[in-house]
Each structure stands twice: as structure tokens, then as C-alpha cells.
């Protein structure tokens, strides 16, 4: 049986930092199958200025594109609104009995916040990746134990940082995949 684990995000854009993680998980845990499911707005996001949901969607494609292990899915685009974690959920857990989320550590300490998270942790095992400036210490007590822990390195590589640099005419190289370093200038995006 497929064991899924949905990496959710605004990927604005996708960058090497989300493809190593998607790998570690592959590779030290029992997950079968890391799909990557970008928000058509994120809850956090509202109101802010965000790419268009079809240039991240196809910039996430052609980062993962040759990775057998690796998928991107349109269902937050197609469904439109606000995307909240627990109705992606409930989409997929219909078509993957053996469901996990990846999230960083600093949503597991704000995940208290999230729309309906109690049935969120019912309903999927939640895999959290380590962030520097982030620390275990600081998830509420009384989830703490509801989160399983991922050892990773640092890489601290921001999205943000990512499109400063390329509006600015500074390398993105090595930061971002190639394919994605050509989509992003063929389309004339960030600049």
C-alpha cells in the first residue's frame, strides 16, 4: 500500500530547500510517495501578493519531474479559496488510506491555530521538519506528542529571499533547479 505524505505551501517559487526535505522524508521514513500541493491562498497568506497559482504549479512540475517518488497536485488551485490543511485532507485520505503532512516547526508550534486541527490529528500522522530559530520546546504541551519529529539539516533558504535576488539581477543558482532558473526567466516572472 502507497503511504502518502502532502507537503503543502505557496512554493513562490519551489526552491532546493522543499526538494531536500520531500527526498529526506523518502528516505528516512516509510513514506512511499511525497506529494506536493501548492495553496491557492494560503490561510497565512490573505491579502498578500502571491504568483499566479498556475506558474507555481508548473514550476513545481518541472522541479519534480524526474523523480519517480515525487508529484505536485492541483487540488487546492482547482477548489479555489482559502486552503486550509483539513479539507486537502479529507480529498486525499479518500484516495490514500495511509496519509501523512509535512510541516515545519514552526506551524507544529502554531498548529493549534489551524481550522480544525484536533481532526487533523486524528485523521493523518503529522511529520515535522526541524527550522533554525524554531524549537521543540516551544510546541504547546499538550499536542507535543502528537507531532513525529524529523531530523534535518538546517537550509534556511527563503522563497522571499529567492525573488529579491532575482528582481535585484543576483544568482539564484544553486538555490533554485535549473528548469526551474529557465521557466522563471522564459516567463519573465519576478521582475
Not at 61 to 86: H, L, P, Q, W
Not at 151 to 172: A, G, L, Q
Amino acid at each position: 500500500m502507497k503511504k502518502i505524505a502532502l507537503f503543502g505551501g505557496t512554493f513562490n517559487p519551489v526552491h532546493i530547500g522543499h526538494l531536500i526535505l520531500g527526498q529526506l522524508i523518502l528516505n528516512t521514513t516509510d513514506i512511499t510517495e511525497v506529494i506536493y500541493v501548492p495553496a491557492n491562498i494560503a490561510p497565512n497568506k490573505e491579502g498578500k501578493e502571491i504568483l499566479s497559482e498556475t506558474h507555481r504549479f508548473e514550476m513545481l512540475k518541472i522541479a519534480v519531474a524526474d523523480n519517480k517518488k515525487m508529484d505536485v497536485s492541483d487540488f487546492e488551485i482547482r477548489k479555489g479559496g482559502v486552503s486550509y490543511t483539513i479539507n486537502t485532507i479529507a480529498f486525499f485520505k479518500q484516495l490514500y488510506p495511509e496519509l501523512s503532512i509535512i510541516i515545519g516547526m514552526d506551524q507544529a508550534i502554531a498548529f493549534k491555530t489551524w481550522k480544525d486541527y484536533n481532526d487533523i490529528f486524528r485523521l493523518v500522522r503529522i511529520l515535522v521538519f526541524e527550522r533554525a530559530g524554531w524549537h521543540q520546546k516551544d510546541i504547546p504541551r499538550d499536542i507535543k506528542e502528537k507531532f513525529t519529529i524529523i531530523e534535518n539539516p538546517f537550509i534556511e533558504i527563503s522563497s522571499s529571499d529567492i525573488r529579491m535576488n532575482f528582481k535585484d539581477f543576483k544568482s539564484i543558482r544553486y538555490l533554485v533547479p535549473d528548469n526551474v532558473i529557465n521557466y522563471i526567466i522564459k516567463n519573465k516572472i519576478y521582475r
